[in-house]
């Protein structure tokens, strides 16, 4: 190797990523033990929900929430949301986010109902969450801390709280931004589509 060289130049390469990740627990790795409180939640959710904030006008949207794991203490989640219409005819796409869902491990390395949530999102935003198991089918979370861009609208905080109710995924998101105290600004019902 010569000085002009990276340290990797003329190893071998590696193939495709090789450790599997799915939102299905009949396939792929073993939960970890840690995650038994967030089972629930693993798979793929669509549905519909309403937005609507004092400082934009109101809107119906379309989503997908998919929850998996890869056999480590965390899930990984991404969501994905279009507008549409009043007959769910999609608009555009609208905004995404992912992030990793995070129980709180004991000193003897055994979960909690204590939960951390991180988010990121295209527009500049990311949110450290932290929460509670409140049931084994219900989970709320506050913002610890935001982080964003320059360019970014401003936010100084949230409050989320999920459900699973008749086998669907509901969830309310509070938001603090842009001069306006907390308040909702969004709420869906997602079917379980997969896993």
Do not use: C
Not at 52 to 65: A, K, L, N, R
Not at 104 to 121: C, M
Not at 123 to 148: C, F, K, S
Not at 169 to 190: I, K
């Amino acid at each position: 190797m010569t000085d002009d060289q990276p340290p990797w130049a003329g190893l071998a390469q590696v193939g495709e990523y090789p450790y599997e990740e799915t939102h299905d627990l009949r396939q792929g790795p073993d939960l970890h033990p840690a995650l038994l409180g967030l089972l629930p939640l693993v798979g793929v959710w669509r549905g519909r929900g309403q937005g609507d904030y004092p400082t934009i006008e109101g809107f119906h949207y379309g989503q997908e929430v998919r929850f998996s794991h890869d056999g480590r203490p965390f899930l990984f989640y991404e969501s994905r949301a279009w507008l549409i219409d009043e007959d769910a005819n999609p608009i555009r796409p609208a905004q995404r986010e992912v992030g990793w869902w995070r129980p709180v491990l004991d000193g003897e390395g055994k979960a909690t109902d204590e939960l951390e949530v991180i988010t990121s999102a295209p527009t500049g935003i990311v949110e450290l969450y932290t929460g509670v198991a409140r049931t084994t089918t219900q989970w709320q979370m506050a913002t610890d801390g935001v982080g964003r861009t320059g360019t970014a609208k401003e936010v100084r905080g949230g409050q989320r709280l999920y459900g699973i109710v008749d086998g669907a995924l509901l969830y309310t998101f509070d938001m603090a931004a842009v001069g306006q105290p907390l308040q909702v600004h969004l709420s869906a019902r997602l079917e379980r589509v997969a896993g």
